[in-house]
């Protein structure tokens, strides 16, 4: 099966998506909102979205189909989103470790990835926020829309429609993992620039020079390389 399911609202499509993996060879079946009034962010962060501006997707994938490793698997959707912003605009969107997408400096996607049980089955939810309509943010915000970064006006069912294709066909057959990992890093924003880091309450200069298969990224101070995992340092941008 290969679904896109529209509801008109939901508090998360993340969890909305289960109650329609309802046979044993559910795969790609994707639920889809322009109102969604609880979506969650990565460890725990809200993601908020204005109603009837924005998408907010979750897309259901048996976990059998996929024969990378739970990290490169993250990085794989991160990629995909990133190409198909990329494709659509005409201009260079960017990875923020390990999964934000960034349009000229603003993020103006989010990804949420989960592994559930449902129904026997083990799944990954690949629940994906894109800012697409919104036209005003918190001044001192990082975030941006498909809009305020190319002023263009996308009709939102197309685009959905659209970015369900584009997802569904390129999980069909997932790349090595060397393979993931070099689209990535040729994507990595702020790679290769000297950045300004905070860690601990402290801010120093640093250069990231690549993300690795184990999910950590490496940066260059001073006084040499060091490696994180997500929340453990913050880029500021």
């Not at 290969?2 to 790609?28: K, M, R, W």
């Not at 201009?91 to 103006?108: G, S």
């Not at 990231?208 to 298969?213: G, H, V």
Request: with cysteine; proline share 1%.
């Amino acid at each position: 099966m290969d679904d896109l399911i529209y509801l008109d609202h939901c508090s998360s499509t993340n969890d909305e998506v289960a109650s329609f993996l309802l046979y044993p060879d559910s795969n790609f079946i994707a639920v889809h909102t322009f109102n969604q009034t609880k979506g969650r962010g990565q460890y725990g962060n809200l993601w908020e979205s204005v109603a009837g501006k924005n998408l907010a997707y979750s897309l259901a994938v048996d976990c059998d189909s996929v024969k990378v490793s739970h990290f490169l698997f993250n990085y794989y959707t991160a990629v995909l989103v990133r190409e198909f912003i990329a494709k659509l605009t005409d201009q260079a969107a960017k990875i923020k470790w390990p999964n934000d997408i960034i349009l000229h400096n603003k993020k103006v996607s989010g990804i949420l990835l989960e592994k559930k049980k449902i129904n026997e089955n083990q799944y990954f939810i690949i629940g994906i926020g894109i800012n697409v309509l919104q036209d005003k943010f918190d001044e001192i915000s990082n975030a941006g829309s498909l809009l305020t970064q190319t002023t263009v006006q996308f009709e939102l069912k197309k685009f959905a429609e659209d970015f369900h294709f584009f997802m569904t066909q390129n999980l069909r057959s997932i790349p090595s993992e060397v393979e993931i990992l070099k689209r990535f890093n040729e994507n990595l924003f702020k790679k290769d620039e000297i950045s300004v880091f905070e860690k601990d309450g402290f801010r120093q200069n640093g250069i990231i020079r690549s993300a690795d298969e184990n999910g950590e990224i490496h940066i260059e101070f001073e006084e040499g390389m060091k490696t994180f995992y997500h929340k453990e340092i913050k880029l500021l941008y």
